[in-house]
């Protein structure tokens, strides 16, 4: 894909070449700077958990020549797909890799046979919330982390054609 008329890249679906400790380290280096509170589950998960969602999980990828500069991981859900784990390394961002990677995520539910989309995203960071939107999922309910008295996620759902 092209973005911005110079920087190319793809998203493929993760094979068996992605080290799970390669992709555990991406997810760790974009969540890292977020302001969010509290802090991203990620930063407890090891290698092995990794290994364990690129078995259990559909996982695509956005690679910029030979480096990976993209993840989202995905998951059916009854008669829905989950949508976890964007991350864009943050040299990368607003280039379009989001979007992409949502976009793969949309033709792989339409190709499981899934309608729905649903995802979670933290009102603390409106951006996300918006490019959620902008890909036509709809704010439909609030959660709390414990230990938190007030809302700190939006759950989202996206209904497909």
Excluded at 35 to 57: C, G, H, M, N, Y
Excluded at 69 to 80: P, S, Y
Aim: with cysteine.
């Amino acid at each position: 894909m092209s973005v911005d008329g110079a920087a190319q890249f793809v998203v493929r679906p993760a094979g068996s070449d992605d080290a799970p400790d390669m992709l555990l380290a991406l997810v760790q280096e974009a969540f890292r700077d977020l302001p969010i509170d509290p802090p991203s589950s990620v930063f407890k998960e090891t290698v092995a958990d990794f290994a364990t969602r690129l078995r259990s999980q559909t996982v695509f990828v956005a690679q910029a020549g030979a480096e990976c500069i993209g993840t989202l991981f995905c998951i059916r859900q009854g008669e829905a797909l989950y949508v976890g784990r964007l991350a864009v390394r943050p040299d990368w961002r607003r280039r379009g890799v989001a979007g992409a990677l949502i976009d793969a995520a949309k033709a792989h539910a339409r190709n499981i046979g899934t309608h729905r989309m649903t995802l979670n995203a933290r009102i603390m960071m409106p951006g996300n919330v918006a490019l959620f939107r902008k890909h036509g999922f709809a704010v439909t309910g609030e959660g709390t982390h414990p230990g938190f008295a007030a809302p700190t996620f939006y759950t989202m759902v996206l209904t497909l054609a």
